[in-house]
T-cell receptor
Framework: SQTIHQWPATLVQPVGSPLSLECTVE??????LYWYRQAAGRGLQLLFY??????ISSEVPQNLSASRPQDRQFILSSKKLLLSDSGFYLC???????????????FGSGTRLTVV | GQNIDQPTEMTATEGAIVQINCTYQ??????LFWYQQHAGEAPTFLSY????GLEEKGRFSSFLSRSKGYSYLLLKELQMKDSASYLC?????????????FGDGTTLTVKP
């Protein structure tokens, strides 16, 4: 079965510090991968998505970047965090062959980032 | 662009039925999803509609009208554990990597 791992679960970082969040998927090949951010009491905002190694699409211009160095690894980074980067970060994967079956996303457990 | 609207909060009584509505205006459509999210946790998949009509799955049902840009999630025989946020999401076409746009969620509180 497929599993998705995301770490760390919580993170408190000072303004101006770097960030690296990692997500890995097991049990599937060539997944579509996504990074979302959720502000308190709000829905999910798509940050980046990837359909393959080295292929990154950015949805929102911001202080973050993403990379996919391996098929099942997705990394979210920042060189210098801002206070506004605080939030709940979620990695998700979907099966690119799911065309109509409708399994949707499977999410990682999330990282709660607080920038202080 | 994508625009998804759903009520912010709803309250219902244990054992009752509740309907959570979602309206959407999107440039691409390849299915509508409902997710459940308990406080502090990641969302989990509940239901999927791509054709008009009702999909039933145990205590949960979801309805879609593509012409009206409208969906609802129906929860029957409410239990206390159903207290959560319910997210409506529209999936874009596969040419756009099947990315989904989410509404802000409806926080459902089930009272005894």
């Amino acid at each position: 079965s497929q599993t998705i791992h995301q770490w760390p679960a919580t993170l408190v970082q000072p303004v101006g510090s770097p960030l690296s969040l990692e997500c890995t998927v097991e049990g599937t090949s060539n997944p579509n991968l996504y990074w979302y951010r959720q502000a308190a009491g709000r829905g999910l905002q798509l940050l980046f998505y990837s359909v393959g190694i080295g292929q990154i699409s950015s949805e929102v211009p911001q202080n973050l970047s993403a990379s996919r160095p391996q098929d099942r690894q997705f990394i979210l980074s920042s060189k210098k965090l801002l206070l506004s980067d605080s939030g709940f970060y979620l990695c998700a994967w979907s099966d690119p062959l799911d065309r109509g079956i409708g399994y949707g996303y499977t999410f990682g457990s999330g990282t709660r980032l607080t920038v202080v | 662009g994508q625009n998804i609207d759903q009520p912010t909060e709803m309250t219902a009584t244990e054992g009752a039925i509740v309907q959570i509505n979602c309206t959407y205006q999107t440039s691409g459509f390849n299915g509508l999803f409902w997710y459940q999210q308990h406080a502090g946790e990641a969302p989990t998949f509940l239901s999927y509609n791509v054709l008009d009509g009702l999909e039933e799955k145990g205590r949960f049902s979801s309805f879609l009208s593509r012409s009206k840009g409208y969906s609802y999630l129906l929860l029957k025989e409410l239990q206390m554990k159903d207290s959560a946020s319910y997210l409506c999401a529209v999936r874009d076409q596969w040419a756009n990597a099947g990315k989904s746009t989410f509404g802000d969620g409806t926080t459902l509180t089930v009272k005894p």
